[in-house]
């Protein structure tokens, strides 16, 4: 089967401007402007066909202006190229049938406009060997006689698909659950006894995927088989989930963060399919940005992150407006979102992860979607820890295990006998309690790190056994980069080491931190430290590379900015990242680094070529930058905004140049 893509979207609010001053939100003003950027978006990225999750307009059936918002929505949907699939939500027909919800329910009149407009409520389509069932949700557990033909015609249709070997993927606006298929009924799942009835249904015919709607923010469940994702909306954003966040809610009250607006773009190949998150941030005009990738072209990152946040375990809603008398469990998937989005496969958690059952069985569901787990150690491993690991040797991709410098050369034996027992590998990685240079300074801070020195020669550190006990052993090294200084002649020095002594290793990337008591907030810096680092990995496949940390350090000693903020939004260094990957996939494949040429003393730049062309990576490394215009007709783009620009001028950088 050929490679083929699909974009699903949801909750889409699309109103009349008359009623934009309705609950006080001012971003309702600019909600139509946002899904006429959505389909201007689409167009741009070329798939298929769309489905859309419900929630098509926000006027419920029961008001005046809710046909009329059908016919504004239309109007802007027929501007569409792909053709377009949707069902129905609970603004469209009605809610689902429980006392405790904030508008009129289902009826046996409420579905008549939905399908003069837009078709059946339910139905189902082929595309190549998939077939798609979309099914109206909020009638279920109603009773009405529609629950019941749906129930009949479901069942038929998934017996026949299944019976000639279709893939089978499953639309629907309401969540089954939003944590757990045991969770308490709520105002975003499908409540019993219908969450059983198609949740067996599922099983039964082996369903590949789930795509929900109604929760207005990126989730993802795996459940017997199945995966279960809940897309955001074009929109806006559901408010009280903002207390997944650490910090504040954004704008609105939460309901306006509109970096967590969007869609998905799916890939479906032979072997599975890949989410591609797609975010909005709540434009309503066209940009002038370039065009978007085919994420079919895109590769897995090579560089990993470790995750110092909770990321794993739940978190419980306070009581609110749609859910007044229950709590409601939800995960900090908004990092697993913005992984998915750098298409980064390597996780680095500790080792407390896989000690919780909760822990664990997420990581085997990440696993599933192609994630590596590195898990650390701390001290040479009990045998209580020999047992965890090798009973999750199935989901640990290497073991990293930080002991005390005097114990490296037993920790070479031990960690070299727990080896044998692993399909994973191990990296040996020294703590670092203090910098050499503090020595001097007299003065003291909490400092803990690890990872040999890229700068000191780490042989000398080992007088007694040099590296032969960890080549011996099979055992990789961890590294640890300088900080504020340019990364990329440390990564030359420690492959010339790897390379001369047999040695495999990972290196640590701390991203910048200045003291206990001060916040490292210089983005433009941190954007052009991290495109270093992706040319060296990109230069140094053998190497591992994780960046500590994903999320920003905001409380604790040594405060910094991360690649996300603590609403799991990205930060400019993340577009960089995100942006290179991107970019360099339309040149093709067997990408070069070839070398690193200073210009100035503010500025460098990396030669890239591959097999469709070839590019410069051109990296500021001053806070005032030299003002650099010559590259004549060449096609520059800024890296942090993804924007071509005429010239460079004093910009902060980093920039992508074609030839």
């Known amino acids: 089967m050929n490679t083929f893509n699909f974009a699903i979207i949801a909750d889409s ?8 001053d309705e609950g006080g939100y001012a971003s309702n003003a600019i909600v139509s402007d946002r899904n006429r950027f959505i389909v201007d978006h689409l167009n741009r990225l070329k798939p298929e066909f769309v489905i859309h999750l419900g929630d098509i307009v926000h006027p419920i059936p029961a008001l005046n202006s809710h046909e009329d918002a059908v016919c504004l929505a239309r109007d802007i949907y027929q501007n569409l190229d792909a053709p377009l699939y949707l069902i129905p939500g609970n603004h469209d027909i009605g809610d689902k049938h429980n006392a405790w919800m904030p508008a009129p329910i289902v009826d046996d009149t409420s579905h008549q406009i939905y399908e003069k407009h837009w078709g059946p409520l339910y139905q189902s389509f082929d595309h190549r060997d998939c077939h798609f069932v ?127 607006l969007g869609f998905f773009m799916v890939q479906v190949d032979r072997g599975g399919h890949q989410i591609h998150p797609v975010r909005s941030w709540g434009k309503h005009e066209k940009q002038d940005t370039i065009a978007p990738m085919d994420t079919t072209r895109l590769r897995p990152s ?64 990440l696993v599933h979607r192609g994630h590596r787990f590195v898990v650390t150690v701390i001290g040479l491993p009990t045998a209580e820890t020999e047992k965890l690991l090798t009973d999750a040797d199935d989901i640990i991709w290497a073991v990293e295990g930080v002991v005390p410098e005097f114990q490296m050369p037993q920790a070479a034996n031990t960690l070299g006998v727990l080896q044998k027992k692993l399909s994973a590998v191990i990296y040996v990685s020294p703590v670092v309690s203090f910098e050499p240079t503090d020595t001097d300074s007299g003065t003291f801070q909490h400092f803990a790190s690890h990872g040999f020195s890229a700068i000191n020669q780490p042989r000398n550190t080992l007088p007694d056994t040099g590296w032969g006990g960890f080549n011996d052993n099979a055992l990789g090294v961890t590294f640890r980069l300088p900080q504020l200084s340019s990364p990329w002649q440390a990564c030359q020095d420690i492959m010339a080491l790897c390379r001369e002594n047999k040695l495999r290793a990972s290196v640590n990337v701390g991203l910048p931190r200045l003291n206990e008591g001060v916040n490292f907030t210089d983005d433009g810096k941190i954007a052009n430290y991290v495109a270093e680092i992706w040319a060296a990995a990109e230069a140094f496949t053998e190497l591992t590379f994780i960046f500590d940390t994903f999320m920003d350090h905001d409380r604790g000693y040594y405060p910094r900015h991360g ?97």
């Open 302 to 365: 090579l560089l990993g992150v470790r995750l110092r946040h909770s990321w794993a375990t739940a978190v419980e809603l306070t009581t609110d407006g749609l859910d007044e008398f229950t709590r409601k469990k939800a995960r900090r998937d908004g990092l697993l979102q913005a992984l998915w989005e750098l298409n980064t496969e390597i996780i680095c958690v500790p080792i407390d992860d896989l000690m919780s059952g909760e822990g664990r069985t997420r990581m085997a569901d």
């Open 134 to 260: 979309m099914l109206d949700t909020p009638v279920m557990n109603s009773g009405l006689p529609r629950e019941t033909e749906q129930k009949k015609w479901l069942d038929e249709d998934l017996k026949q698909n299944h019976k000639i070997g279709k893939r089978l993927f499953v639309m629907i606006h309401y969540p089954l659950f939003l944590y757990a298929p045991d969770e308490v009924k709520h105002y975003d799942n499908i409540e019993e006894p219908a969450r059983s009835w198609l949740m067996g249904l599922l099983k039964k015919y082996n369903a590949e995927a789930v795509f929900s709607g109604h929760v207005h923010n990126f989730f993802y469940n795996r459940w017997q088989g199945t995966d279960h994702y809940i897309v955001p909306s074009t929109a806006f954003v559901r408010p009280e989930y903002a207390e997944l966040s650490s910090i504040g809610p954004g704008a609105e009250f939460g309901r306006d963060d509109d970096g967590k």
């Open 563 to 659: 690649l996300i903020d603590r609403r799991f939004n990205p930060r400019v260094q993340f577009s960089v990242l995100k942006n290179l990957q991107q970019l360099s996939a339309s040149l093709g494949s067997d990408l070069h680094i070839k070398n690193r040429l200073p210009i100035d003393k503010k500025t460098v730049e990396f030669l890239i070529s591959a097999e469709k062309g070839q590019a410069t990576l051109l990296i500021r490394t001053s806070e005032q930058p030299a003002q650099i215009t010559d590259y004549g007709d060449k096609k520059v783009i800024d890296l942090q905004s993804g924007q071509r620009v005429a010239d460079i001028g004093n910009k902060p950088g980093p920039f992508l140049i074609f030839d």
């Open 13 to 20: 609010h699309i109103r009349l401007p008359s009623l934009v």
